[in-house]
Each structure stands twice: as C-alpha cells, then as structure tokens.
C-alpha cells in the first residue's frame, strides 16, 4: 500500500464532508458570524463563557478554539474529541457520515510524531492569523 494512496482516500474523504457538520455531530454549536466564519462551543466540551472560543472558517474548512488551542481541519477535530488516530478518526467519519469509500482494503500507517502535530498547529495558527490580518488590509486600504 503505497502513501498516495493513502492520501487520496483523505483527501476523498474531507472532499465528501463539510467541517461543520463534523464539528456539529460532535457537539460543537455554531451560529453563523460573517459570511465564512461560524463561532460557537468547542467540541472537545470545556466550558466556554462567551461561547464564541471555537471558530470554523468554511472556505478553508479548518477550524481552531482560542481558548484549549485544538484546531485542524475534519480528522483532527474527531482525533482530539474522540481520542482517535488519524487513521481511526478517517474509519469514523466513513460510518458515520455513510460516505461510499471502502476503506477495508487499507491498512493504517500514518501516526504523527508530536513534532508533526506541533507544526500542524503552528501553520493553522498562523493561516488563521494571515486571514485575520489579510481582513484587516482590506479594511484599510478600502
Ligand atoms: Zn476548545
């Protein structure tokens, strides 16, 4: 089994789901707040006073809560809610969501070092930050 293979079913996979209803099948509840953006509970369940901790950006279908950190695109949140691998958290979302991708053929393979998953973090916070500042350019320049 090679590892493009593995990939495109990922990538199959996160094509066929909306990360909000993902984060919603976890628990999270979301309202819209500007046209890509909903805010609402974190779906790892801490409390969260303003209720607005846990944002989803839907045109990049990634998501990130300021308040525990966690934050990545549709297995990352089922990794960190469901304590699974990425690989579980891929066999999860398919039985879940009823999506028509076999994945008994595959055997898992990938496991992030906690190095990977730091980067990952790392280039999410940021994406979000480029985004936030990227608005704030627009504001000014219009
Ligand atoms: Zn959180």
């Given at each position: 089994m ?14 066929n789901l909306?990360?909000i ?14 046209r ?10 801490h ?11 839907t ?12 934050g ?34 595959l ?8 190095e990977?998953?730091?980067e ?23």
């Amino acid at each position: 089994m090679s590892n493009k293979i593995q990939g495109d079913i990922f990538k199959e996979v996160k094509s066929n789901l909306n990360i909000i209803d993902v984060a919603t099948r976890l628990g999270s509840h979301l309202n819209q707040q500007k046209r890509n953006t909903l805010v609402g509970t974190c779906p790892t369940g801490h409390p969260s006073k303003s209720k607005k901790s846990f944002e989803v950006n839907t045109s990049l279908q990634l998501c990130h809560c300021y308040n525990c950190k966690m934050g990545g695109d549709v297995f990352t949140i089922v990794e960190e809610v469901k304590k699974l691998s990425k690989w579980e958290s891929l066999k999860w979302l398919v039985k879940e969501f009823n999506l028509k991708i076999d994945t008994t053929k595959l055997q898992p393979s990938y496991k992030p070092t906690p190095e990977e998953i730091l980067e990952k973090n790392t280039l999410i916070n940021r994406s979000f930050l480029l985004e936030k500042n990227s608005r704030y350019w627009k504001r000014s320049v219009i």
